[in-house]
Structures are given as C-alpha cells and as structure tokens.
C-alpha cells in the first residue's frame, strides 16, 4: 500500500475513527488525515483528547449552517486535496454529510472509497435524517464495506454490493472504549451523585425537534420527580434548537444536571459508571452496551437492530408515555434491568481497526 486518506468531519466520526488511524500509523502505513470541521467545537474537543492531528483542515462551519452549506462547502473544499495527495484509498465513516460529500468527490475524480461501518439500514431515507441517506448513498460509491455486523453485511449483499468487497470487522467503537475508559476515572459530576442511580441522557436529532423531543423530555421529567435515588447529567448539544427545548423543558428540574458538552474521555468513563442510558444518538447504541449499560432509544427507528435482537437495547419512540413507562420501569424492576446490562454485545470485541487494516494492507498494493 501506498497511500490512505483518511476523511471526517465530526465528534462521532472521529471517535470512530481514531483507532484506524492509530492501526495505519502502527503499521507504517503512509496516512493522511483531512477534516472538513463539519461540527467545529466538538470536533475539536475529540482530536485534542486522542491526540489527533489533522494534515488538512477544510474548516467548512459557519453560523447557521444548513445541510446545504455542509455539503456544498465540504465537496468543493475536498476537491483539491484529492488532487493534492493523490491517494489510493480514502477511508470515510458512518452517514454524516462529510462522509456523502467526500464519497461523492472520490467517485468523480474515480478514487476507490473504503466505508467504515457500512450497511447499517432502516431503509426510510427521512430516519435518521440525513442519516440514513448519506450511508446508502456512500454504499452505492465506496468499493469496500466493512460492515460491523452480520446483518449489516446481509443489508449489503442483499442491495447487490459484491460479497467479496465486504468485510465483518465489528465497530470501532468498541476499539475507541479500550482508549478512553480509565478504572481510576474521578469526576466533579460523579462526586454529585454519589449515592445515587446516575443516568446518562443524550438528545439532539433533527427529526425529533419540536414536539417529540418536548415529549422526550417530560418523560423524564416525571421520572426524576418520582425517583429520589436517580440523578441525570445531560450534556446538551449545541445546537441552538435543542438548547430551546431544554431551556423550556428542563431548567430547573431537581436531580439533574444540564452541561456543556464533554470531551470524548469525559464522556465515555461517565457511560462507564453511569446505571442506564437515554439516548436518540446512534453510536451511543453500541458503546453503551460494550460497557453494560441498557439503553432505551428515543427514536420511532434504528438502523441497529441487532441491539434490539439482542435485548441490550430498548426502543421505545418519542411519545411521553411510552418512554416515561419503560423508563420507570427499568429504574423499578430488577430482573428486566439485569437482562438488558448482561445481554450479549452484538457491536465486536474492539478488534475493528486491526481487521480493517489487515484488510487494506491485502487490496491495496
């Protein structure tokens, strides 16, 4: 091999991301690190922490963006750095904007795209939105699906992508968990709950603003009310929409704790201490598990079934009823708690980026 490029633009993917690159370098392998800073700050707070950095920075952000915008500035901005390094592969993650635009880039300057978590599917282009539409669309493009599931690899094959171009690799999330989650981990916000059951809350999809998400948070409102043995730390997104809801929803609710984001360590070792997780993210819904932790998803679809198979995740939609009811009850009942936390991890053994890289070092000469 001769040279990868390695593309993202986001907290998640960069995440994800990381343990890829740590693997290439490992080996030896030439690297090249592009950003396009889709998401600037939370971004930045996860290239500090693992210790990232970035050989091109297209800094596409600006106030106010919208999914245009995004797209826009990340095509033009990655066409002359394709040009400029000239790669053999370009490694891009997951279903951001980032991920579709460079994709796209790579398929008209005819660069071959690997896809890092490929075939994740719920097959309803508006859930997630965009989501969901910019992995399929990635999948049409890329040449190599290394998908982190068996179900994900029958999505593929079942859409027609060559069954020698795929490869179960897990996710690389769970690669991610091995760097971040210390034992000796201490906190100012595990200090504030100490004694306490502390549950972890994360909440900022696009189709879930307005009502949905004023519904999600009522849910928890009432639960927090009626237990005084919970605690919830909520670091809110920072988009300016959420912060609406939240400031309309939950200022002031005993028991919880609204804060700003949190570096990528923070968070994790806080997942690894907390007792349960709300979430309407996707990668949280397979790093949860790896550490134990169940997982009610506030989302009416997930393109990660094999949790729900599994029994690590629970979905259970957007209405105020149907998340207050499986919330109480898994703060309520034991038994169902114990099943959910010591369900099999169905997301790999966080061996991903070993296998995504033996992978490349054999394809590309």
Aim: charge should be negative; glycine fraction near 6%.
């Amino acid at each position: 091999m001769t040279s990868t490029m390695v593309c993202f633009g986001t907290r998640p993917e960069a995440i994800k991301m990381c343990p890829v690159i740590r693997e290439l370098k490992k080996r030896n392998i030439k690297t090249t690190i592009c950003v396009t800073g889709q998401h600037r700050q939370m971004l930045d707070q996860v290239l500090d922490a693992l210790g990232i950095i970035p050989d091109y920075d297209l800094a596409i952000m600006k106030p106010g963006q919208d999914l245009f915008d995004v797209t826009i500035s990340a095509l033009e901005g990655i066409k002359s750095v394709l040009k400029e390094v000239n790669p053999d592969i370009v490694l891009v993650h997951g279903d951001t904007s980032t991920t579709f635009a460079v994709s796209l880039a790579c398929y008209y300057l005819k660069i071959p795209v690997g896809h890092v978590e490929a075939g994740l599917r719920t097959y309803d282009v508006y859930a997630p939105f965009p989501e969901e539409f910019n992995r399929q669309a990635t999948g049409i493009i890329a040449q190599y699906h290394f998908a982190p599931t068996e179900m994900a690899k029958k999505n593929l094959i079942s859409e027609g992508k060559p069954q020698e171009n795929i490869f179960v690799t897990g996710n690389t999330a769970i690669d991610a968990l091995k760097i971040t989650v210390k034992d000796d981990f201490e906190s100012e916000y595990l200090n504030w709950a100490k004694g306490c059951r502390l549950v972890l809350i994360t909440a900022h999809r696009r189709e879930n603003l307005g009502e949905p998400m004023h519904a999600m948070f009522r849910a928890i409102k009432r639960v927090l009310n009626e237990h005084e043995d919970v605690k919830a730390i909520y670091p809110v997104h920072l988009n300016p929409a959420v912060r609406k809801i939240v400031d309309e929803e939950l200022k002031g609710v005993d028991r919880m704790r609204i804060i700003e984001p949190l570096d990528v360590l923070e968070f994790h070792n806080l997942m690894a201490k907390a007792y349960m997780v709300l979430t309407d993210s996707g990668g949280i819904q397979e790093e949860a598990p790896s550490l134990g932790k169940p997982v009610l998803v506030m989302r009416n679809v997930t393109e990660r079934p094999e949790g729900i198979e599994a029994g690590t995740l629970m979905l259970v939609g957007t209405e105020e009823s149907s998340i207050y009811e499986s919330f109480s009850c898994l703060l309520s009942d034991g038994d169902k708690y114990n099943q959910m936390a010591n369900a099999r991890n169905p997301y790999g053994d966080g061996r991903a980026a070993e296998r995504i890289v033996d992978v490349l070092e054999k394809l590309v000469k």
